[in-house]
């Protein structure tokens, strides 16, 4: 989850694709990575995948790391202090993930040169600070095809976090997706202007129903919107984790994240001293980003025709933000072709069909 500062994204597009303490040093050859979490890990979201990327690199590489997990730690100057705990109890990796986390990382690797930093979604790099990112815009392509393909009214609505380029990608590709299947498909949008907040979400999504959405999507941290829309028996697209624990009936996709590949290749490249700052932002191609969970009751000719558009965007022969785009003013931004990654990581405008504005920031 990442906060505020749109502008400067458009440097991340160098883009290639893809606090306990220690008692006593450990051997040489065994690395200590920390990972630092914005909520707490709970059962599903951001967090959680993170947590599964984690668990997933400590499996791949065994006695040769040991992992450190601090959880809940604000965006602020807690960021800062934790990240120095880890770096001086000889942290030599540590993992930031969360958006606000950037300055603060920056800070910390000026005085800890001989400890890698990899951030989640910043847009500056330093000699041993290097940032990470995944095209979530690719499965919330895939997502809004299918609520265009299965709402009955055709007016989505989704729950958003923070008006920053990734955020503002996802809302995008969702209402490209969904008007793909449906020309007169609606996304409306309600901000939050946090990143977890259970009540908030869960108001807001309430409110989206009550103002006509029949299928709900998301850009927050807890299950709050799938579970309201279970409760209000309408659909929902589950993001970061499967979320149809929380809502069996609601759910009828989920865009997921599989950060355990890269956390890996990362720590192993740390070990084997050719780390090195080269942003990354993996895609569905790389595996990183998923649709998943597609529910039985969708027909079997839709759930064939995702998986052709999955496909097809693996290949690179389906791209979410290419051909003629107009934004909700009418304005012209694209008149063929497709947009280029600096363009894409920049975004800051809504696509036609997407009701509501930017909060200036």
Known sequence: MFKNLRRALVLACALHPLLPVVAQAPPQAQLLVGFVYVTPIGQAGWTYQHEQGRLALARALGARVRTTVVEGVPESADAERVMR??????????????????????????DFPDVKFEHAGGYKTAPNLNTYNARFYEGRWLAGYIAGKTSAAGIAGYVAGFPVPEVVQGINAFALGMRAANPRAQ???????????????????????????????????????????????????????????????????????????????????????????????????????????????????????????????????????????????????????????????????FVEGVAGSLPAR
Do not use: C
Not at 87 to 110: K, N
Not at 309 to 325: E, H
């Open 85 to 110: 705990d880890l770096a001086g109890q000889g942290h030599r990796l540590i993992f930031a993930t969360s958006f606000g986390y950037l300055e603060p990382a920056l800070r910390v690797a000026r």
């Open 187 to 349: 996304v409306r949008v309600l901000w939050l202007d946090t990143w977890f907040d259970p009540p908030r979400e869960r108001e807001a999504a309430l409110a989206l129903v009550n103002a006509g959405a029949d299928v709900l999507a998301n850009h927050s941290g807890s299950p709050a919107v799938p579970q309201a829309a279970e409760e209000k028996g309408v659909k929902v697209f589950g993001y970061q984790s499967d979320m149809s624990r929380f809502a069996p009936n609601a759910q009828l996709a989920a865009v997921t994240a599989d950060w355990g590949g890269y956390y890996a290749r990362v720590a192993q490249a740390v070990l084997d001293g050719r780390w090195k700052p080269q942003p990354a932002w993996g895609g569905m191609k790389d595996g990183m980003v998923q649709l998943v969970a597609l529910h039985p009751s969708l027909p079997k000719p839709l759930v064939g025709d995702v998986e052709a558009k999955r496909r097809a965007i693996v290949a690179g022969s389906l791209v979410p933000f290419s051909g003629r785009l107009v934004d909700n003013q009418g304005r012209v931004r694209l008149e063929r072709g497709a947009l280029d990654d600096a363009a894409i990581a920049s975004m800051d405008w």
